[in-house]
């Protein structure tokens, strides 16, 4: 393995800080960027900065995981909830390369696809591990465990089910 992976659980107070703190600074400016595009939300760092609007498509981050690929490229997995509240869990993959992050779009990751954490890094790829939705999942109980690999340098992935199967 030798790459340290960094998990932080409730990564309110790394936002900010030196280089690690500027990596996820990055990462959760280029998910925000994109909510707000996308969705007329945003990414905020703590449930506390939620808008008070009901209306309002906002997420707040619940954790946090970065990895180093390389030299000078990091991988940082971000998952949210939604500020409205709901049952929707957001999940996005950064790659944030010599201080420029980019959200990753086409890994079939989120909410309802697949949900996971980062297990490990191999080389130039990125390995997560977690829970898989089949297309007659209800949203409570997705059905398999799954492995999806991302490659950093090609931006191709793969998504495999496991042979495990998850109680419903």
């Given at each position: 393995m030798g790459k340290r992976l960094f998990i932080f659980a409730m990564a309110l107070p790394l936002l900010s800080g030196v280089a690690q703190g500027d990596e996820l600074r990055s990462a959760r400016e280029a998910v925000d960027r994109a909510l707000k595009t996308d969705e007329g939300g945003g990414l905020?760092?703590?449930?506390?900065?939620?808008?008070?609007?009901?209306?309002?498509?906002?997420?707040?981050?619940?954790?946090?995981?970065?990895?180093p690929v390389g030299d000078s490229?990091?991988?940082?997995?971000?998952?949210?909830?939604?500020?409205?509240?709901?049952?929707?869990?957001?999940?996005?993959?950064?790659?944030?390369?010599?201080?420029?992050?980019?959200?990753?779009?086409?890994?079939?990751?989120?909410?309802?696809?697949?949900?996971?954490?980062i297990m490990r890094v191999d080389g130039n790829k990125v390995v997560l591990s977690g829970n898989r939705w089949l297309p007659d999942d209800p949203h409570c109980c997705p059905s398999r465990r799954a492995v999806l690999e991302y490659d950093v340098e090609t931006g191709k992935h793969s998504l495999k089910l496991t042979s495990r199967k998850l109680g419903k």
């Open positions: 905020v760092a703590r449930q506390s900065a939620c808008p008070q609007s009901v209306d309002d498509a906002s997420e707040y981050i619940t954790r946090v995981e970065l990895a490229t990091d991988i940082t997995l971000i998952d949210s909830a939604m500020c409205g509240g709901g049952n929707r869990h957001g999940q996005y993959l950064v790659v944030t390369r010599r201080g420029k992050s980019n959200l990753v779009r086409d890994t079939e990751i989120g909410d309802m696809s697949f949900l996971g954490e």
